[in-house]
T-cell receptor, first 113, second 109 residues
Framework: DTEVTQTPKHLVMGMTNKKSLKCEQH?????MYWYKQKAKKPPELMFV???????INESVPSRFSPECPNSSLLNLHLHALQPEDSALYLC????????????FGSGTRLTVV | SQELEQSPQSLIVQEGKNLTINCTSS?????LYWYKQKYGEGLIFLMM?????EEKSHEKITAKLDEKKQQSSLHITASQPSHAGIYLC?????????FGTGTSLTVIP
């Protein structure tokens, strides 16, 4: 299995809802990432997990809460989002040691209404 | 922080024409990646370059990394409508990954 799987592919949520995005990989990668991409902009890094521990938080608002329950799974919990949080959310993973590439998921298209 | 500048920002070409997209880094790169993205969709991995002077090709797309590992070019030969999309370069700095500013490619049949 050489893929990063993200679910759901599309999500519409109200500003008072609580939802979660899920990212899963079975390649043994111990670094996992969340990116946010607005329309016509490159993806921007949000969080980095190394060995299931949060190593980088790029000043992301607390309404986004990441979680890495095991080495294969990365979640992004969403609560009280704003319409401007509507974007494509991308997950990626990679091996930590050695010159190995990043593998990206196909993303979750989030719309906040 | 790492900065990756892509040029041109957008490109419109006639089908069958060749084109080149450039990606310039402010720092030496550990690895340089090229991705393609259709609007609203995920990233499609194209190629990864690690060694100075390295060149890789896949079908009609060729990517090069210069000797100093601070600039890469992506060349498409005989462009087709299927090549249309946004091309992003990405840099591995050793512990983080940054994306370039992106190039939007339109291919007119």
């Amino acid at each position: 299995d050489t893929e990063v799987t993200q679910t759901p592919k599309h999500l519409v949520m109200g500003m008072t809802n609580k939802k979660s995005l899920k990212c899963e990989q079975h390649m043994g990668h111990r670094a996992m990432y969340w990116y946010k991409q607005k329309a016509k902009k490159p993806p921007e890094l949000m969080f980095v997990y190394s060995y299931e521990k949060l190593s980088i938080n790029e000043s992301v608002p607390s309404r986004f809460s990441p979680e890495c329950p095991n080495s294969s799974l990365l979640n992004l919990h969403l609560h009280a989002l704003q319409p401007e949080d509507s974007a494509l959310y991308l997950c990626a993973s990679r091996r930590i040691s050695g010159n190995y590439g990043y593998t990206f998921g196909s993303g979750t298209r989030l719309t906040v209404v | 922080s790492q900065e990756l500048e892509q040029s041109p920002q957008s490109l419109i070409v006639q089908e069958g024409k060749n084109l080149t997209i450039n990606c310039t880094s402010s720092k030496t790169l550990y690895g340089l990646y090229w991705y393609k993205q259709k609007y609203g969709e995920g990233l499609i991995f194209l190629m990864m370059l690690q060694k100075g002077g390295e060149e890789k090709s896949h079908e009609k797309i060729t990517a090069k990394l210069d000797e100093k590992k601070q600039q890469s070019s992506l060349h498409i030969t005989a462009s087709q409508p299927s090549h249309a999309g946004i091309y992003l370069c990405g840099a591995d700095t050793g512990n983080q990954f940054y994306f370039g500013t992106g190039t939007s490619l339109t291919v007119i049949p």
